[in-house]
């Protein structure tokens, strides 16, 4: 709703706040709050050219269920769960935006890669040890007979003797 109505409050509220679990959901819930809070009472400097469009962001979001009493209510339960503790550190999150950006170009790149390979060698050995082609199965043959077990050794042959 704010990303189609507001969508400069909602890249706020929002920026890098991801999916997540336990403690860490929480202290997400408690950054989402802290950032409407910051909506509301224009607390942030960097925002002061969108105050008029916050504060109807605010109106919005009050209108639809989320008013200043939710907002407490929700802020005490996080207070229950975590006790008095920071709001999500983004810095991790940084982190892990920035890996799988960088595993995204590599796929990209492994993909452009393999489509080229696939087009220029032509010979099915060279694709199977470049990892590109898997070997074929000979269904109709038959299935080789497996190697007995090994037994004990024979035992010293009879008749002669060291004497």
Request: hydrophobic share 40%; aromatic share 4%.
């Amino acid at each position: 709703m704010l990303g189609r109505k507001f969508p400069s409050a909602a890249d706020y509220v929002f920026n890098k706040l991801a999916p997540s679990r336990g403690a860490q959901a929480v202290q997400g819930v408690a950054t989402f709050l802290a950032r409407l809070n910051a909506l509301e009472k224009g607390s942030d400097s960097a925002r002061s050219a969108t105050r008029e469009a916050d504060t109807q962001a605010i109106a919005l979001l009050a209108k639809r269920g989320l008013d200043g009493a939710e907002r407490k209510r929700l802020s005490d339960l996080v207070q229950v769960a975590l006790g008095p503790t920071p709001a999500l550190n983004t810095a991790s999150n940084e982190a892990a935006a920035s890996r799988r950006e960088a595993l995204l170009q590599l796929k990209l790149w492994y993909n452009e890669w393999a489509t080229v390979a696939h087009a220029t060698i032509r010979k099915r050995s060279h694709l199977i040890r470049l990892g590109l082609a898997t070997r074929h199965i000979n269904a109709s043959a038959p299935e080789p007979e497996p190697t007995p077990e090994p037994t004990e050794p024979n035992p010293k042959p009879a008749g002669k003797s060291g004497k």
